[in-house]
């Protein structure tokens, strides 16, 4: 049976105008609104895409990766793979949703019944990612508390009875706040531990903005998007400019410019680069299929789908820089220190144990802060092992390669680093309402992620979406809870390893597969032509069809292997020894993450199953199948209030 196209403007005006003459059966619940929301203008579009791209894993994630990965060749080879495969994909998304104009379940039930399931997965990993993604604006809301205060409590280690406290002695004030202030952790996943009540104070606020932001749709959500995506590009650029001022800054970011071509033989690092091209663009979850689908018809979405992704990069990159800077400055810092505890131990061994006087160096030991770093390393380097005691190589290489990344870079290594800095809370509350607006931005498409293709799909919760906004917030708090334990960074460690990363590469597979082969990409093609009025390069067809197919199922086999070939580990925090140590998850834990996983992919075969059956009760054409899937309208219309459309269409269908 040949493939019908994607609808027109006629045929989706028609289907718009059934709707508004009744619903039966199953139509009524396979509608939508008959008019759909819009943007106001394509800037409130522009920052919304953008705000959901650009999150925590700019700032956190991208930055490790590129000092771990060949710094300059990583970036390179991060580039190629975004045009190859992130740039297509996202640009498949887009005219997707802007072209059928429904969510990600409405969109991929339409071009076949069988494929919903893809789209049910997708509103899965976006509620699975919710859940712990709010806990972390609830701990950047925590440190944001604790900012406006001189000093900052993370600054220097507290004493009991003139006595400092051994944990933070061990280890530093800044991790002893983390783990023991702020999660107050337990030693390893099994031990729960009690509620921490702050944490838990913060997740409702936290849930609270996300709620009251999202409360009317994009029409309440944009006005938030209008700070929360444009303020982190100015707290980016403020602490650019102070990083550069910073005695260490250019060694940190020369350090990670440096170009180590070799790593391209690695194959594990194609497998970070991609997956990291893949998270940061936001493939597979359905909120760039949900914004895209309140566009009009004719927006040029093959451009947008180039600006957002380099204006993504270019994110990274400044983030990059300004981690780099500031963590210079940091390693600069710890290296001086390692040089005055040297001298100042050389001091005492000349004036205690004998020391050929050959052998002292010739700057002033004595005075050790005006030492140079690289005076005393080249007299190391000579004469550093003939002498007694404990004298170190004070490397600012070595110091620089300790790379952290995520909460590690955010709560503990950058929190350090702008302790050492002048008007230090000033710096720690503009950094950590820098975190909670970027977390802020994704959260809202997250969201739109889950509550668009609901409401799409089930006209009962298209009538009822502010209530469905409020109820799916109130589950996501509860169910939040889990990760305030004490033990709840275990969780938000699983969640974020496991729970999104294979389930989302195997949608995208299916939306991969299902546009270029099963609905067919040349059809695809003339369809963004018909809706754009040009028609993309027919390079398109064949990224679809191999590059970008063969890419993914790369990456989903490369992953998997991997969870395979070891037993899957998380970081955990010894109290005792007050470091941090790797552990393999418990048997109840790989059972939990186990069933994370293929809870997030169940949909996908009941789906199938449900619609094979459903054939077989009741035979029938593609033809049928589609005619019978009710499209909206493609009005544009301006934003308005979503609960009036739906006020209007419930009272149309009423009357009718």
């Not at 440096?258 to 909120?287: C, H, M, N």
């Not at 469905?468 to 889990?482: N, R």
Request: contains cysteine; aromatic residues 14%.
């Amino acid at each position: 049976m040949e493939k019908q196209p994607l609808p027109t403007d006629d045929e989706k005006t028609d289907a718009g105008e059934s709707e508004v003459n009744g619903y039966a059966g199953e139509e009524s619940q396979q509608g939508s609104s008959s008019t759909r929301a819009g943007w106001n203008s394509k800037i409130e579009y522009f920052l919304a895409q953008v705000g959901f791209s650009v999150g925590l894993g700019n700032v956190w994630r991208f930055p490790y990766l590129c000092h771990q990965n060949g710094g300059g060749a990583f970036l390179l080879l991060y580039v190629l793979l975004m045009l190859l495969v992130g740039i297509p994909l996202f640009f498949l998304e887009l005219a997707a949703g802007q072209a059928i104009r429904q969510g990600s379940i409405g969109v991929w039930k339409y071009i076949s019944p069988r494929l919903a399931g893809i789209g049910y997965s997708s509103c899965v990993v976006c509620f699975f990612v919710a859940l712990y993604y709010n806990v972390i604006l609830a701990w950047s809301l925590f440190y944001l508390g604790n900012s406006f205060q001189h000093p900052l409590p993370w600054e220097q280690c507290p004493e009991h009875g003139n006595v400092t406290v051994k944990e933070c002695e061990k280890s530093s004030p800044t991790s002893y706040f983390w783990y023991r202030k702020a999660l107050d952790i337990t030693d390893s996943i099994d031990e729960t531990g009690s509620f921490n009540i702050y944490i838990v104070c913060c997740l409702l606020a936290a849930w609270t903005v996300v709620c009251l932001g999202m409360f009317k749709g994009i029409k309440s959500s944009v006005k938030v998007m209008y700070f929360s995506s444009i303020f982190p590009y100015v707290v980016l650029f403020c602490f650019l400019v102070r990083g550069l001022m910073l005695d260490g800054a250019l060694e940190g970011i020369s350090h990670m410019f440096y170009p180590k071509l070799e790593i391209w033989a690695d194959v594990q690092v194609w497998r970070q680069a991609a997956t990291q091209v893949f998270f940061a663009l936001g493939l597979g979850f359905g909120s760039i299929i949900a914004y895209s689908s309140y566009n009009p018809k004719n927006n040029n979405c093959h451009r947008d789908a180039f600006t957002v992704s380099f204006i993504n990069f270019l994110t990274s990159v400044l983030a990059t820089l300004v981690v780099f800077a500031v963590l210079g400055f940091r390693a600069k810092n710890k290296v001086i220190e390692c040089v005055v505890s040297n001298l100042k131990e050389l001091s005492e061994q000349f004036h205690s144990v004998y020391v050929d006087q050959r052998l002292m160096p010739a700057f002033n030991y004595s005075d050790p802060k005006s030492v140079a770093l690289e005076d005393y390393r080249s007299w190391f380097k000579q004469y550093g092992r003939f002498v007694p005691g404990n004298l170190t190589d004070c490397d600012l290489e070595k110091e620089m390669q300790k790379g952290v990344e995520g909460t590690g870079l955010a709560f503990i290594a950058f929190t350090e680093a702008m302790s050492l800095l002048p008007g230090s809370p000033f710096w720690s509350a503009l950094f950590f309402l820098m975190l909670l607006n970027l977390g802020l931005s994704t959260m809202f498409g997250t969201m739109e992620g889950i509550l668009a293709p609901l409401s799409d799909r089930f006209k009962t919760l298209a009538n009822n979406k502010t209530k469905l906004t409020i109820f799916s917030c109130i589950v996501g708090f509860v169910i939040g809870l889990l990760f305030t334990q004490r033990c709840g960074n275990y969780f938000v460690t699983m969640f974020d390893d496991y729970s999104a990363t294979l389930p989302l590469i195997i949608v995208v597979v299916f939306e991969t597969f299902s546009v270029s082969w099963l609905y067919g990409a040349d059809r695809f093609l003339d369809d963004i032509e018909a809706m754009l009025g040009w028609r993309p390069s027919v390079v398109y067809k064949y990224l679809w069809k191999y590059i970008c197919l063969l890419a993914m199922l790369g990456l989903l086999l490369a992953t998997t292997i991997r969870m395979f070939i070891a037993r899957p580990t998380y970081m955990a925090w010894n109290q005792e020894k007050a470091s941090e140590e790797y552990l393999e998850y418990p048997g109840w834990a790989l059972a939990v993450l186990a069933s994370l996983i293929v809870f997030a992919m169940m949909p996908v075969p009941v789906a199938l199953i449900h619609a094979l059956l459903q054939d077989r009760r009741n035979p029938r054409s593609r033809d049928t199948e589609i005619g019978q899937y009710s499209i909206v309208s493609t009005v544009d219309t301006p934003m308005t209030d979503m609960s009036e459309l739906d006020h209007k269409n419930g009272v149309a269908t009423s009357v009718s």
